[in-house]
């Protein structure tokens, strides 16, 4: 198994606030990166802001703000929004730092070296929202095919990126690599666009000046999007690399992304690369889209899912848990306050909260909330401890394909089967029998291990109760890189721990 791990979230544009879906990926991301370090990676997890480009300009403009004022403030929106989502990000790249715009000026020297660039005249069709080019055919009802917006005609000199040379290349690199674009529906949209034939790729502008110049070219601002794809490098140091990041991380383990910017990714990107003679990703996994309450969420509506008002009304981990349980990573979900409400009182307030309440209650009531060393084994001992095995082992295979639900959904099991263990095993009448004692202190102790376990298990997902839960669970050492090596063998819980009771994690919601 590698021993780094780089996941990487899309740079948001700065043209507007942060919503739903950028809380979306880069809740994700921060969910592999914390996974991975617990299990003792070396990770490096990027993020970042998207800045030149037509549609920041125009937004500016619009503001009456100059782009690098309308950048500013917004970066830090998105900014406030990670430190509030407890997202671990290792570095934030802004595409205007200087760090940045030398790796685009030396990664298109080395495509223009590669004789990969030629001069020539652009004549076709432009979104600047999705900042895309489009050709007549790929328009639907004269729109943009991806976001339905009307698009622009462009006519004007422009340099093009041989991106036809790399079709061969490309198609070869896929069916070697099933596992490159995921989900499969993806890959497989992905190899008949390319088996259909790519043509060059315009990669420079001449109607405005917002962007990178290209090297000895008066006059041409890079394509955005070959701006904005080398962050990927750029944030890792490329090409000085004087902090060895880029030797250590390179190539990424996954660029996550929305399924709307998924041929950038899965066909510019890599004939980027292949030109440029740098190794290609080794996974890119889209994800699907968020509705609102059944509607597709706009500007003209007004109907953004605002993650500040989320966490304000219900708390992070509820937002954090709900984002990844309710739907699978790779398909569209509906984003509901009745669901997210639902979610909240039947598993984190009945299910979690209320395994951790009764187990520190009873602690506390019959031992003092004094750990003893189990004495009195029983048959259902055993399954609860196959069971915490299994569940570790689930979630690193679902971790592995990006199914954070299906890890939620494993986790959820092990804490429904610790209820259980308590219901059978009754410690209020063990409690009642002093003869019972040492089989209480065992039950007890059980129970109070799966809740450790379970802190460990949730901690990707939900870092500051799992937190919180350790502290009460009596843990001194944090839980941190190696915490998955070093703290999850059943039975680590010493005795003489004392267990703290405390206020309800997650109280429940009253029914409207
Ligand atoms: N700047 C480019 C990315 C460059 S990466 C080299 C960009 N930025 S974006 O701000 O418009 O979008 C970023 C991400 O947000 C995309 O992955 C997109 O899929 C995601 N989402 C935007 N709306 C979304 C939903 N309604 N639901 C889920 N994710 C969505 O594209």
Redesign the pocket.
């Known amino acids: 198994m590698n021993s780094t791990y780089y996941v990487t979230t ?4 700065v043209n507007d606030v942060p ?4 809380a ?2 880069t809740l994700a991301a921060d969910v592999l990166a914390r996974y991975y370090r617990l299990k003792g990676l070396e990770v490096f997890f990027l993020t970042g802001t ?1 800045e030149h480009g037509q549609k920041v300009q125009r937004a500016a403009q619009v503001k009456g703000l100059s782009p690098k004022e309308l950048a500013d403030q917004n970066a830090q929106h998105f900014r406030d929004l990670w430190s509030k989502m407890n997202i671990s990000c290792d570095d934030f790249i802004r595409t205007t730092e200087p760090r940045h715009l030398n790796a685009v000026t030396y990664f298109l020297e080395r495509m223009i070296t590669a004789g990969d660039v030629y001069l020539g005249e652009y004549e076709d069709w432009y979104c600047v929202h ?2 895309t080019f489009y050709t007549e055919s790929q328009l639907q009802d004269g729109r943009c095919p991806m976001c339905n917006r009307p698009v622009e005609k462009v006519k004007e000199p422009s340099y093009f990126f041989r991106l036809g040379k790399y079709q061969d290349r490309l198609i070869q690199h896929l069916e070697s690599h099933p596992e490159f674009i995921q989900p499969d529906i993806r890959f497989n949209e992905i190899m008949s666009f390319v088996k259909r034939g790519l043509r060059d790729l315009s990669i420079s502008r001449t109607t405005f000046d917002w962007g990178v110049p290209i090297p000895e070219a008066p006059g041409h601002v890079t394509y955005v ?1 070959v701006d ?2 080398t ?2 490098i750029s944030g890792l140091g490329y090409p000085g690399d004087t902090s060895g990041r880029y030797q250590t991380f390179w190539p990424a383990q996954v660029h996550l ?5 998924l041929r ?2 899965a066909v510019y990107w890599p004939c980027f690369l292949l030109s440029a003679g740098l190794p290609l990703p080794r996974a890119i996994f889209a ?5 609102n309450e059944g509607e597709k ?1 706009s500007k003209s509506l007004g109907n953004f899912v605002d993650p500040h008002q989320i966490i304000d009304t219900y708390g992070l981990d509820p937002f954090r848990y709900f984002l990844l349980r309710e739907v699978p990573f790779g398909l569209d979900g509906d984003f509901s306050i009745t669901a997210l409400r639902g979610r909240i009182n039947a598993d984190l307030a009945n299910d979690l909260g209320n395994l951790l309440s009764r187990t520190a209650g009873m602690m506390d009531k019959y031992l003092n909330g004094r750990v003893s060393s189990p004495r009195e084994a029983e048959g259902l001992d055993d399954d609860l401890r196959a069971k915490a095995e299994k569940t570790f082992a689930e979630l690193d295979s679902a971790l592995s394909i990006f199914a954070f639900n299906r890890a939620l959904s494993s986790i959820w099991e092990f804490i429904n089967m610790a209820n259980k263990y308590i219901d059978k095993s009754a410690p209020w009448s063990l409690f009642k029998d002093s003869s019972k004692k040492g089989r209480l202190q065992t039950v007890l102790y059980h129970a109070t291990e799966a809740l450790r376990l379970i802190a460990i298990l949730v901690y990707p997902f939900m870092p500051g109760s799992a937190e919180e839960m350790w502290i009460r669970l009596g843990q001194e050492e944090k839980i941190t890189a190696r915490t998955i090596d070093k703290s999850s063998k059943w039975g680590g819980l010493k005795s003489g721990t004392i267990i703290k009771k405390g206020t309800s994690l997650f109280p429940r919601l009253i029914e409207d």
């Open positions: 899309p740079i948001y544009y919503h739903i879906g950028h979306y990926t998207d999705d900042e999007w904005a794809l962050n990927y992304i929305g399924k709307d910017i950038h990714h994800h699907g889209w968020w509705t969420m």
